[in-house]
């Protein structure tokens, strides 16, 4: 095994001109990919811009970030490309058990990748950064754009920290972290996997995360959704589809109709695409009780679902319930929570559904990013914050996330009411966001 990188050490000297935080296109979420697959056979012309949204309100971005090393940080992104080696783990690598996953036309695509120009200005201590053009390109941004934001907001706050009180910060950080691994040993039927890259502290960070939990709980951890980090460290790459897919679809849509059909279209298409595998659904993106109501009988025999932005367990039982409806055993099926988990709630949720349901968590910026009561100081910048990339508009039509929580819808306000009037709001429940 590779030598520890130091990162107290390696935080404090980093005095090069420009630290790069992503320095490559795998460093990205599996899903990303998988995603990007089809969009490039089935979408190749359509326009989609995504944006840059801090849920956060009370967190003035521009003041605590440099829009100079902003600026640094997106424009050497613009410089990468997929390295020769990359390329062949894409092309020769089991994802899920299946070889080939990507096709070799798509990966010859792939080979000459670039990240477009983006937007970037201020604006009452925010950014306004957004990413126009082609879906194919734009995709692909929304990784890299939060990982820089969410670390540069952890540089600035230890930017004035001296080596001793680095020391300090990361060997707490290790401590919290090693905690609530060893809690998860008590568990070893858990199935965690690290879904942290988006909101993450840092690369390295991260990294030392998804080390820790492979020697922590070793069979228990199932994977990384980061793809960099699963080549790098012999793991399992996790990740099948997300929200953008039915927002752009519907967003496209001709009609009313068209646009209550759109998440089944997505289905529909994607299962052709990857031939009855990867069978996860994700049903919120505009309420999951609206999904469920209208959903065909194919989708019960999917092999799970990823109740996103409903309670663990509330949602839960809502999925199962519907199908012991279709008279599918739920017992034979796959749950998969993803949504401001930490162990707490993890535990509670295994602990809820055990014998009932297959089970997977994935543990996001709770893993990568919990410096809570860390520093020796008090350090706002060091608390992470509930910041996405989403879809703003497609082909010049606005693009809508209703979700389970309504603090987490996004879209102008507008398209937001006519999406409540055709998809309702039953079994909607504010959430405070903490991440």
């Known amino acids: 095994m590779a030598a520890r990188t130091d990162i107290a050490r390696r935080v404090y000297n980093h005095t090069w001109k420009l630290d790069p935080?992503?320095?490559?296109?795998?460093?990205?979420?599996?899903?990303?990919?998988l995603m990007l697959q089809m969009i490039w056979k089935l979408y190749p012309t359509v326009d989609a811009t995504f944006s840059l949204i801090n849920r956060t309100k009370t967190v003035r971005l521009a003041d605590e970030i440099d829009e100079h090393e902003l600026r640094e940080q997106l424009d050497h992104?613009?410089?990468?490309?997929?390295?020769?080696?990359?390329?062949?783990?894409?092309?020769?690598?089991?994802?899920?058990?299946?070889?080939?996953?990507?096709?070799?036309?798509?990966?010859?695509?792939?080979?000459?990748?670039?990240?477009?120009?983006?937007?970037?200005?201020?604006?009452?201590?925010?950014?306004?950064?957004?990413?126009?053009?082609?879906?194919?390109?734009?995709?692909?941004?929304?990784?890299?754009?939060?990982?820089?934001?969410?670390?540069?907001?952890?540089?600035?706050?230890?930017?004035?920290?001296?080596?001793?009180?680095?020391?300090?910060?990361?060997?707490?950080?290790?401590?919290?972290?090693?905690?609530?691994?060893?809690?998860?040993?008590d568990y070893p039927e858990l199935r965690i996997s690290d879904f942290g890259t988006r909101r993450r502290h840092s690369f390295l960070w991260q990294r030392w995360c998804v080390e820790a939990?492979?020697?922590?709980?070793?069979?228990?951890?199932?994977?990384?959704?980061?793809?960099?980090?699963?080549?790098?460290?012999?793991?399992?790459?996790?990740?099948?589809?997300?929200?953008?897919?039915?927002?752009?679809?519907?967003?496209?849509?001709?009609?009313?109709?068209?646009?209550?059909?759109?998440?089944?279209?997505?289905?529909?298409?994607?299962?052709?695409?990857?031939?009855?595998?990867?069978?996860?659904?994700?049903?919120?993106?505009?309420?999951?009780?609206a999904f469920l109501k209208n959903a065909p009988d194919w989708v019960a025999d999917w092999t799970g679902f990823r109740p996103d932005s409903a309670p663990p367990i509330e949602g839960g039982e809502k999925i199962i319930d519907w199908w012991k409806s279709k008279g599918r055993d739920p017992r034979d099926k796959l749950l998969i929570f993803s949504d401001g988990l930490d162990v707490d709630?993890?535990?509670?949720?295994?602990?809820?559904?055990?014998?009932?349901?297959?089970?997977?968590?994935?543990?996001?910026?709770?893993?990568?990013?919990?410096?809570?009561?860390?520093?020796?100081?008090?350090?706002?910048?060091?608390?992470?914050?509930?910041?996405?990339?989403?879809?703003?508009?497609?082909?010049?039509?606005?693009?809508?996330?209703l979700s389970d929580n309504p603090l987490k819808a996004t879209g102008d306000a507008d398209e937001v009411k006519r999406y409540l009037s055709l998809f309702g709001s039953e079994d909607f429940h504010e959430l405070r966001l903490k991440v």
């Open 77 to 185: 992104c613009r410089e990468l490309r997929f390295a020769k080696k990359e390329m062949i783990w894409l092309a020769g690598n089991t994802f899920y058990g299946r070889q080939k996953i990507f096709s070799s036309d798509f990966l010859h695509w792939l080979e000459n990748f670039q990240l477009p120009e983006y937007e970037l200005t201020k604006r009452d201590g925010q950014f306004e950064l957004t990413f126009p053009g082609r879906w194919t390109d734009t995709t692909m941004w929304e990784i890299p754009a939060l990982a820089i934001i969410n670390e540069l907001r952890s540089r600035s706050a230890m930017k004035g920290m001296g080596r001793f009180t680095l020391d300090v910060l990361y060997a707490r950080a290790k401590a919290k972290m090693w905690s609530k691994v060893e809690r998860l040993k």
């Open 213 to 289: 939990l492979k020697e922590g709980i070793g069979p228990a951890f199932s994977g990384t959704s980061n793809v960099l980090l699963a080549m790098d460290t012999d793991l399992e790459a996790l990740g099948t589809n997300a929200h953008e897919l039915p927002m752009v679809v519907a967003a496209l849509a001709n009609n009313d109709a068209e646009v209550k059909q759109a998440p089944y279209k997505v289905l529909q298409d994607w299962n052709r695409l990857y031939e009855g595998n990867l069978l996860i659904v994700l049903p919120d993106a505009f309420g999951t009780a």
């Open 21 to 33: 935080i992503v320095r490559s296109l795998l460093d990205t979420d599996f899903y990303k990919l």
């Open 345 to 401: 709630t993890i535990i509670e949720a295994y602990r809820h559904f055990e014998g009932k349901v297959r089970m997977s968590f994935g543990w996001g910026t709770n893993l990568t990013n919990d410096f809570a009561d860390c520093a020796p100081m008090h350090v706002q910048g060091l608390k992470p914050i509930s910041i996405v990339c989403k879809v703003l508009e497609a082909n010049g039509r606005a693009a809508v996330k």
